[in-house]
């Protein structure tokens, strides 16, 4: 089946679910409208039938049965109502009958009065002229209902198909993008303010963060496979370059050696860019928690003690105040070794590194000080950038992709870094990041 039919049968559930509704509450006003109206018609009947009993029992009364025959008689004739009148007298014997031909109870609202000599006195008042127009009534009403009935239906299913259009857009959209693979393309989003709206902005931004994470992977590859290929064609030139010479053991051993220290570097390299590259793009999982800052810089200055010790480089905590941040702990303490690696790399023998642990403005902060070789200013901008490493860092190890993972990292968690730096002077690192759940 379709998408358009499958529209069409939703369409039609509604349609119908819609016109029972509707239909189903016309005729309970209908069938009230009727109970009313034909219950009032009684009760005007018995009005009339009272009032004139009240009269003929005065006649009667006052100028006994020849009087009251007089009155009827009179009556019979100048009034367009017909009533029929009995007279009974205390044997029930019919003394007075009036239009004897038409007395019949069946087709007659009845009414009786008993009067003080025993005489009862019976007025009755035919009920055709009020089964005729409740006949015409109920006639009308059919009609009503019939023309009820199409509306209902015919209104069902107009609304219900306008309702299901932009279903039926939406299907359509997401079929031409599985047909096509393409994302870029976009629902068009009305101004109501409704439930189908918000769909379609959902899709849209759906839409948008697939195209962002699509994106963002293949400029990950772009650069994974430019980066790799600088040190895959030094590796192949080591290996070349030993094939190529005299056979000599001593050489082919150091350059299996050097291929191996290549291969491993390759590795590092390519897990640090496709850390980087999931965290820009968005991609990485991060498992996050509340966790204590100054816990994980105390671990970290563990790990990196003996070498600043080695080093002849003083490592020290500074402000140590509570700090709680909602991050992953495994990236945190990444973020946090690498720092304090490249303060204590970059710091010479007789210098300090001082880390501080604090709080401002609701967030958690990380200061990583170091008295240092500092960063030229012309650098400054370029030091966070994938594979970049200062002029004057080249003696040291590293593969120029701390600070890049460091600030990818520290963003995906919502979080900011910045650098102050003093060439000569030194450097300080601030990385601040959320408390809580953003
Ligand atoms: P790597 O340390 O492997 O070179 P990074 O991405 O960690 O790569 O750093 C990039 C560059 O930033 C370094 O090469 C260095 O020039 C500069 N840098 C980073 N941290 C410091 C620091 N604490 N002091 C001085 N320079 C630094």
């Not at 009786?112 to 008042?125: C, E, H, P, W, Y």
């Not at 994106?215 to 030993?242: I, K, Q």
């Not at 105040?321 to 023998?349: C, F, G, M, S, W």
């Not at 594979?387 to 004057?392: A, I």
């Amino acid at each position: 089946m379709s998408s358009a039919d499958r529209a069409g049968r939703f369409g039609l559930r509604l349609a119908v679910w819609y016109a029972a509704l509707f239909i189903a509450s016309s005729a309970v006003i209908v069938l009230i409208t009727y109970l009313l109206t034909s219950s009032s018609l009684a009760q005007r009947d018995h009005q009339i039938i009272d009032a004139k009993l009240g009269e003929y029992a005065t006649v009667y009364a006052n100028g006994g049965l020849r009087a009251l025959a007089n009155t009827v008689e009179v009556e019979q004739r100048t009034s367009g109502e017909r009533i029929f009148v009995r007279v009974l007298d205390g044997g029930s014997e019919a003394v007075l009958l009036s239009n004897a031909e038409g007395w019949d109870p069946a087709t007659l609202e009845v009414g009786t009065a008993s009067l003080r000599d025993g005489t009862v006195v019976q007025v009755g008042k035919s009920t055709e002229a009020r089964r005729d127009i409740l006949a015409r009534f109920r006639a009308t009403l059919g009609l009503v209902t019939l023309a009820i009935i199409v509306i209902a239906l015919t209104g069902g299913w107009i609304a219900t198909q306008s309702a299901v259009q932009p279903i039926r857009r939406l299907s359509s959209a997401v079929r031409r993008i599985i047909a096509t693979g393409r994302t870029d393309e976009r629902m068009p989003v009305a101004t109501e303010d409704d439930a189908i709206n918000e769909l379609t902005q959902l899709f849209n931004a759906m839409l948008d963060r697939i195209e962002g994470l699509v994106r963002g992977m293949r400029g990950a590859l772009d650069n994974v496979s430019h980066d790799l290929r600088t040190p895959l064609t030094r590796l192949r030139g080591t290996a070349e370059l030993a094939l190529g010479a005299e056979p000599d053991l001593e050489r082919y051993r150091e350059a299996l050696a050097d291929c191996i220290e290549e291969s491993d570097r390759v590795l590092v390299m390519l897990n640090t860019l496709m850390d980087i590259s999931e965290a820009e793009s968005g991609a990485m999982p991060l498992r996050r928690e509340t966790c204590d800052l100054g816990a994980a810089v105390t671990r970290a200055l563990e790990l990196y003690r003996d070498a600043a010790d080695a080093k002849g480089v003083q490592l020290d905590w500074g402000v140590q105040h509570q700090a709680l941040a909602y991050v992953d702990p495994v990236r945190l303490e990444q973020v946090t070794a690498n720092l304090i690696d490249n303060a204590v790399k970059y710091t010479p023998a007789g210098g300090r590194v001082v880390v501080d642990v604090d709080t401002a403005d609701g967030r958690a902060l990380l200061r990583v000080h170091d008295t240092g070789a500092g960063i030229d200013p012309a650098e400054l901008p370029r030091i966070w950038d994938r594979l970049f490493r200062g002029d004057r860092s080249r003696t040291e190890r590293g593969l120029g992709l701390g600070l890049s993972l460091v600030k990818a990292v520290v963003e995906a968690h919502g979080g900011r870094v910045d650098v102050t730096s003093a060439p000569g002077r030194g450097s300080t690192f601030t990385v601040s990041l959320p408390a809580h759940a953003l």
